[in-house]
């Protein structure tokens, strides 16, 4: 099959339709956010909560105002997602779970030093793996709290991160060899559950060859992406645990799931990059071909789906974006907690802003354009549009702007 030539502006805006990023936004309900679900597969959870924090913030980005509520509903009660490691420690879909406990209990059983050594040390602390057990059986859902450290021999980490959490450590491991769910989140405290007791009744729980694993996984993630390489893949959804995907991708090429294609650029040069477009993703770019394109401004999580691979964003929207938390404030490009600014299909700029929730002071430390971005009243406008919704949404009594703002959008700005 020929490649399919798409320009770089076509792949732009395929692959943020994708993310449903573009177009009219799903309903605010549980429905949509389990629409959501089903295009990203795996929403990232992280504790910071300078703005709010991010399995939220990627949500909102796609529906506007909504009730956060309805995740929990979502994972405690109607149990339609689960938390798992995909790219990172995130919510995924239950019907999922195939793809994510075929690769606990591999990690688990895996030979070597390392899975030799959880395996002694949890048989060493048979007593506190028990305790756990029962406990959950009892009363689960669980806090770690709730658990008593009765071990035998305590944890001790190569790097000392882990020393003393003897109780998260086993649980950990109670959840690598598929014992053990995470099901449910207060902030930031975890809540365990027996697995048989928690999935739903009809969860496929039957092991999986590893190569269905695979092609499923790597479909779903081409999908996600809406345009891809095989390393793009790879590092999406469940991130390089794809073994054999050269072949399964031969496999879904032959099958005509994944179509090959080529990106043009914008000098008019065609990259070297093989890429994919999944077959369901091309009604989508016959319709932005054909005017059916409907871009929106909004503001992302540093974490968000579309961007969290760092060289994928920097290909494909010459964007660098590195988060700032860990670096000294004094060596800060942007600084601590900064959000991108999607504006149709480009990446224009980056918010560096924080909520201080005891007064609902939001605070708009600085805003930086991007060198070639349209920096005119009407993309202010746009901005202030989304950043208006982004502090209703949180609850910020007012919004006070630093000084760093590009003059064409400050007017916009200063009208919230």
């Not at 054909?290 to 060289?311: A, K, M, Y």
Request: proline share 5%; hydrophobic share 45%.
């Amino acid at each position: 099959m020929q490649p399919i030539v798409v320009t770089l502006a076509e792949a732009r805006r395929l692959a943020v339709l994708a993310q449903r990023l573009s177009g009219p936004r799903p309903p605010a309900t549980a429905e949509g956010v389990m629409e959501l679900f089903h295009a990203l597969n795996c929403v990232q959870i992280d504790p910071i909560r300078a703005v709010e924090r991010t399995q939220l913030l990627v949500l909102w980005s796609r529906l506007g105002y909504f009730d956060p509520a309805l995740l929990d509903r979502l994972q405690q009660q109607d149990r339609l997602i689960f938390e798992a490691w995909a790219h990172c420690a995130s919510f995924v879909l239950t019907e999922d779970f195939p793809l994510f406990a075929h690769h606990m209990t591999d990690e688990f059983a895996g030979g070597g030093v390392w899975g030799e050594r959880i395996r002694a040390w949890m048989e060493a602390n048979a007593s506190l793996r028990q305790h756990i057990l029962e406990r959950l059986a009892a009363a689960g859902p669980l806090a770690t709290s709730d658990f008593e450290d009765i071990s035998v021999v305590p944890w001790e980490s190569t790097g000392g991160w882990s020393n003393g959490r003897t109780v998260t450590r086993m649980l950990d491991f109670l959840y690598y060899n598929g014992t053990v769910l995470s099901v449910a989140r207060k902030g930031n405290t975890k809540y365990w559950h027996l697995a048989e007791r928690w999935l739903p009744a009809g969860t496929d729980r039957s092991e999986w060859a590893e190569e269905d694993v695979v092609r499923r996984a790597a479909s779903k993630s081409l999908r996600a992406l809406g345009i891809a390489t095989a390393k793009q893949i790879k590092n999406h959804f469940i991130r390089n645990r794809y073994p054999g995907l050269a072949e399964r991708l031969d496999e879904l090429q032959e099958e005509g799931v994944a179509v090959p294609a080529r990106i043009v650029g914008a000098d008019g040069a065609l990259w070297a990059d093989k890429w994919f477009i999944h077959r369901e993703s091309l009604p989508a770019l016959e319709s932005i071909r054909g005017g059916g394109w409907q871009p929106r401004t909004v503001l992302l999580s540093p974490f968000d789906n579309l961007i969290c691979d760092r060289e994928r964003t920097q290909q494909l929207w010459d964007f660098y974006y590195r988060i700032e938390i860990y670096v000294p404030a004094a060596k800060r490009q942007y600084g601590y907690y900064v959000l991108p600014i999607l504006h149709g299909e480009r990446l224009v700029g980056r918010m560096d802003s924080k909520l201080e929730r005891k007064s609902g002071v939001y605070r708009i430390n600085a805003l930086y354009a991007e060198s070639e971005a349209d920096v005119t009243p009407a993309s202010g406008q746009a901005v202030a549009s989304t950043l208006a919704e982004l502090a209703a949404w949180i609850g910020a009594k007012s919004v006070e702007l630093g000084e760093a703002i590009p003059a064409a959008w400050r007017t916009a700005l200063e009208s919230l």
